[in-house]
Nanobody, 118 residues
Framework: QVQLVESGGGLVQAGGSLRLSCAAS????????FGWFRQAPGKEREFVAAISWSGGTTYKAGSVKGRFTISRDNAKNTVYLQMNALKPEDTAIYYCAASIVGGPYDIWGQGTQVTVSS
């Protein structure tokens, strides 16, 4: 079973950048695909980006295309979300989630807060 711990959140001005990390424990990291989700106050959790088990395929929500990049380092058991050109509407708690290949996202981290000031 994989366990996930996110880090890298914080307060940044609009136009700035942050890199979130999702460190995974367990020896089967490469068997999982990963996603980043976010939840803003008063809103439902929404999909941000995902990456396949090999890292060869990525998906991103339209609202973050051209600004966010998801990547993974299987040697370090870590998934990253590079966020550039941040906007106040990106303010949310960001969650990392894992999915065994072909399955649902059923392993979640505790989340990390990202706040973008205008």
């Amino acid at each position: 079973q994989v366990q996930l711990v996110e880090s890298g959140g914080g307060l940044v001005q609009a136009g700035g950048s942050l890199r979130l990390s999702c460190a995974a424990s367990g020896r089967t990291f490469s068997n999982y695909s990963f996603g980043w989700f976010r939840q803003a106050p008063g809103k439902e959790r929404e999909f941000v980006a995902a990456i396949s088990w090999s890292g060869g395929t990525t998906y991103k929500a339209g609202s973050v295309k051209g600004r966010f990049t998801i990547s993974r380092d299987n040697a370090k058991n870590t998934v990253y979300l590079q966020m550039n050109a941040l906007k106040p509407e990106d303010t949310a708690i960001y969650y990392c989630a894992a999915s065994i290949v072909g399955g649902p996202y059923d392993i979640w981290g505790q989340g990390t807060q990202v706040t973008v000031s205008s």
